[in-house]
């Protein structure tokens, strides 16, 4: 047939092949996906196969735990190093990864994922270069929120606040212990600019390498923030997507904790 109906869109697909494409050729402009064939007298009509499974029918049944105000700490920073260490335990991958989500000065969003480095009672911390795109936009709207998700706990904790740097002395001892290829792209890589290649991310590299040896210093446009929560929420799936949701907010210097409806 002409082509196939696509699940996730609703749209036909059609892929035609001209009789200069062999096998093992590379594909001719005239199979380009929607386009009908020039010269359809050389050309005989393919399908290609729908895409992946109808994405509306994808859905779990979340049974794996509760969260009950009974069992609930009293103080967020508490629970979140309870839901952590459980994470850990459990051997969910890569527990300390964390959706960072900022806002630029046109109000526009963005999001990427960083890892968490440390807590305490001050806040959560992570480091990066203070150039990019969320240095800029933390430097020009410095509020965030982060979110872990550990799937195979269906478990999420959202936590929002105003960030401020670390301190260059927390950024110094933290940029001494990572290792030394480590060290040395944080000199090789001016993260979110355009560039020509990866060849460019490799030669920065060889430069600082042969520049700073084996005792890189910690670039000055490169170390940590700090969020300093205002507000928490925990979320554990439940079945029937009658989830628990409880929410901490500070009132007057004290955390309240409050259920939200699923």
């Known amino acids: 047939s002409p082509g196939r109906l696509n699940p ?3 749209s036909v697909r059609a892929w035609h092949i001209s009789d200069r494409n062999r096998p093992g050729q590379a594909l001719s402009h005239s199979m380009r996906p929607g386009l009908s064939n020039p010269r ?15 994405l509306a029918s994808l859905r779990k049944s979340y049974e794996a735990a509760e969260l009950d105000e009974s069992s609930a700490q009293d103080a967020p920073m508490q629970q979140f190093e309870l839901w952590l260490q459980q994470a850990l335990a459990a051997g969910v991958p ?4 964390m959706t960072l989500a ?25 480091y990066t270069n203070y150039d990019s795109r969320k240095g800029h936009e933390l430097a020009e709207h410095p509020f965030a929120a982060l979110q872990f998700h550990w799937v195979e706990q269906e478990r999420v904790v959202r936590i929002e606040g105003k960030v401020e740097r670390t301190s ?44 700073h040896g084996l005792h890189p210093p910690r670039p000055p446009h490169w170390g940590g923030f700090r969020l300093m929560p205002d507000r928490w929420e925990f979320w554990q799936g439940r079945k029937s997507r009658l989830h628990d949701r409880l929410v901490y907010r500070q009132v007057d210097g004290a955390w309240v904790r409050e259920r939200l409806a699923p």
Not at 94 to 97: D, G, H, K, S
């Open 8 to 10: 996730c869109t609703g």
């Open 40 to 54: 359809p007298d050389l050309g005989a009509a393919v399908s290609i196969l729908p895409c992946m499974k109808d």
């Open 94 to 97: 890569e527990p300390n990864a």
């Open 102 to 126: 900022t806002v630029g000065s046109d109000g526009r969003p963005s999001t990427r994922v960083v890892l968490i480095k440390g807590c305490d009672a001050r806040g959560i911390v992570w």
């Open 168 to 211: 260059a002395e927390e950024s110094d001892a933290y940029y001494a212990s990572r290792p030394l290829d480590s060290r040395l792209g944080a000199w090789a890589s001016p993260q979110s600019r355009v560039i020509v290649s990866r060849a460019v991310l490799v030669a920065n590299a060889a430069r600082a390498a042969a520049q």
